[in-house]
């Protein structure tokens, strides 16, 4: 099993930046991708923001040139910087672990952007 733990939420003014960060519970050298999901009310969850074992990225188009995902296995940890915050950013967003075990997600973290 293995448990993920978001933070860095909160509220920022539209313009603002923000760093999500999320924990793992065991070593996550090996997972095969970790990335970000967010779910803004009454929309479905979707894709921010990948990283895989290599290393390679993958982002959503919204989020080009402003949002940068990064991991250190040593720490267990992925981390998303977000700059140029919109107010269309508002969501929870999720971290998520794909793994030999199975695929696995954090409880959510709030990131509201004011206007």
């Known amino acids: 099993q293995v448990q993920l733990v978001e933070s860095g939420g909160g509220l920022v003014q539209a313009g603002g930046s923000l760093r999500l960060s999320c924990a793992a519970s065991i070593g996550i050298f090996n997972f095969n991708v970790m990335g970000w999901y967010r779910q803004a009310p009454g929309k479905q969850r979707e894709l921010v923001a990948t990283?895989?074992?290599?290393?390679?990225?993958n982002y959503a188009d919204s989020v080009k040139g402003r949002f940068t995902v990064s991991k250190d296995n040593a720490k267990n940890t992925v981390w998303m910087e977000m700059n140029s915050l919109k107010p269309e950013d508002t969501a929870v967003y999720y971290c998520?672990?794909?793994?030999?075990?199975?695929?696995?997600w954090g409880q959510g973290t709030q990131v509201t952007v004011s206007s």
């Open positions: 990283i895989d074992k290599g290393r390679t990225t």
């Open positions: 998520n672990a794909q793994t030999w075990a199975g695929n696995y």
